[in-house]
C-alpha cells in the first residue's frame, strides 16, 4: 500500500516561513487529489488546502488564504506546502492526506509538527 | 459551510458493551440518490487518523465488523456493537458532499470505564 511521509516541520517565530513536504511511496500519486489537513494540539482535525490530480485546481482554507500555497510535482511523488506569515495558531500536525473516490481520505501520513512560537 | 455536531464528547464504555457515535450536519449530505459522503475516522492515542467508514456505512478492509456505519440525510451514527480495549481512541466524521471547505465533527473520545 502507498506510504506518504511528511517533514519540513519545525518550530519557528510569527511571521517565518516553512515549507512542509509529502513523499509519496508510488507513483500512482499522480492519480489522485492531495490534501493538507492539520491538527493543533489536543484539538481535532482541520482541512487546510486541496489540489487536484494534475494541480490544475486548489482549494485553501479561508484561514489560512493567501498564505499557504499547495502544490505538487507528480514526477518526483511530492506534494507541498508553502506556508507563509505563520501565526502562533498555526501550530499544529500537519497530515499529508490522499483524496479518493467516495470523496474521502484514504491514506493519511505520519504528520508533521509546525510549532509557531516567540 | 457545513457544520458537523458529534455526541456525546466522551464516551466511557465497558470492555464487551456496544457504543454509538451521533453525527449531524446542518445540511442534508445527500449529493445524489446513490451517494452520501460521510465518513468516519479512528485515531488512537499517538497515531494518525485511520478510516473507518465511508460513504455511510461502507466498511473498510480490515476494520473489525463490529464497526458499522448508518444514517441519511443529516442524521448518522457509528457503532460499536462490542467495544474492545483496542478501540480506545477518538472518532471524527467527515462530510465531503458540500466543500470546500471539507469539515470535521468536533471528535469523540471512547474510553473504557
Known sequence: ?118 | DVVMTQSPLSLPVTLGQPASISCRSSQSLEHSPANTYLSWFQQRPGHSPRRLIYEVSKRDSGVPDRFSGSGSGTDFTLKISRVEAEDVGVYYCMQGTHWPPLTFGGGTKVEIK
Open chain 1, 1 to 118: 500500500q502507498v506510504q506518504l511521509v511528511e517533514s519540513g516541520g519545525d518550530v519557528v517565530q510569527p511571521g517565518e516561513s516553512l515549507r512542509l513536504s509529502c513523499a509519496a511511496s508510488e507513483s500512482t500519486f499522480r492519480n489522485y487529489g492531495m490534501h493538507w489537513v492539520r491538527q493543533a494540539p489536543g484539538k481535532g482535525l482541520e482541512w487546510v488546502a486541496f489540489i487536484r490530480d494534475d494541480g490544475s485546481f486548489k482549494y485553501v482554507a479561508d484561514s489560512v488564504k493567501g498564505r499557504f500555497t499547495i502544490s505538487r510535482d507528480n514526477s518526483k511523488n511530492m506534494l507541498y506546502l508553502q506556508m507563509n506569515s505563520l501565526r502562533t495558531e498555526d501550530t499544529a500536525i500537519y497530515y499529508c492526506v490522499r483524496w479518493t473516490v467516495g470523496n474521502v481520505f484514504d491514506i493519511w501520513g505520519h504528520g508533521t509538527v509546525v510549532t509557531v512560537s516567540t
